[in-house]
T-cell receptor, first 110, second 113 residues
Framework: QKEVEQNSGPLSVPEGAIASLNCTYSDRGSQSFFWYRQYSGKSPELIMSIYSNGDKEDGRFTAQLNKASQYVSLLIRDSQPSDSATYLCAVNPGSEKLTFGTGTRLTIIP | DTAVSQTPKYLVTQMGNDKSIKCEQNLGHDTMYWYKQDSKKFLKIMFSYNNKELIINETVPNRFSPKSPDKAHLNLHINSLELGDSAVYFC????????????FGPGTRLTVL
């Protein structure tokens, strides 16, 4: 089992709809969780971090964490073509490193 | 600009050569990292330094040697380059006490011919 799993996609969502990206992780001791956005040919950019169960909202982005289910998700409301990118889920298992998923490629269709 | 910077941005070289990639951050962070992102876009940690001290050394061939002259710099030297070393190498840094929020440099695309 991979440490951090994501559906590789591609995930296609119409402009203005809600994009839902999911991630599961295997280490129950994981303490912090991150979503990075990576445009093609660019570096990963931190867009959301979440540390406790529940929802965390920042503008059009909402991160959701359920530690019991070992599940973290990212919702993007009112999706825009500029949201088209690969989204990387990253988990800190309580050490000095992050473990990344393989990413979900999201395409917003105008 | 406050940022993580890397040089060079592109590196094309022949098999067997030795090359270095430099990374600098002016964010005042204590911890720096090297990642390798392969053609399938999987991002894997290679090394991490905290305040010039090596704290993470993943299963990486010993042809790869990191060096941190001070906490703002982390360089990566690669000996005897192989075709499989072709990838994008990212440097990142993180501040203390932030549960490991990491900020990435622009990347160095290494192509070994």
């Amino acid at each position: 089992q991979k440490e951090v799993e994501q559906n590789s996609g591609p995930l296609s969502v119409p402009e203005g709809a809600i994009a839902s990206l999911n991630c599961t992780y295997s280490d129950r001791g994981s303490q912090s969780f991150f979503w990075y956005r990576q445009y093609s040919g660019k570096s990963p950019e931190l867009i959301m971090s979440i540390y406790s169960n529940g929802d965390k909202e920042d503008g059009r982005f909402t991160a959701q964490l359920n530690k019991a289910s070992q599940y973290v998700s990212l919702l993007i409301r009112d999706s825009q073509p500029s949201d088209s990118a690969t989204y990387l889920c990253a988990v800190n298992p309580g050490s000095e490193k992050l473990t990344f998923g393989t990413g979900t490629r999201l395409t917003i269709i105008p | 600009d406050t940022a993580v910077s890397q040089t060079p941005k592109y590196l094309v070289t022949q098999m067997g050569n030795d090359k270095s990639i430099k990374c600098e951050q002016n964010l005042g962070h204590d911890t720096m990292y090297w990642y390798k992102q392969d053609s399938k876009k999987f991002l894997k940690i290679m090394f991490s330094y905290n305040n010039k001290e090596l704290i993470i050394n993943e299963t990486v061939p010993n042809r790869f040697s990191p060096k941190s002259p001070d906490k703002a710099h982390l360089n990566l030297h690669i000996n005897s380059l192989e075709l499989g070393d072709s990838a994008v190498y990212f440097c990142a840094s993180s501040p203390p006490l932030t549960y490991n929020e990491q900020f990435f440099g622009p990347g160095t695309r290494l192509t070994v011919l």
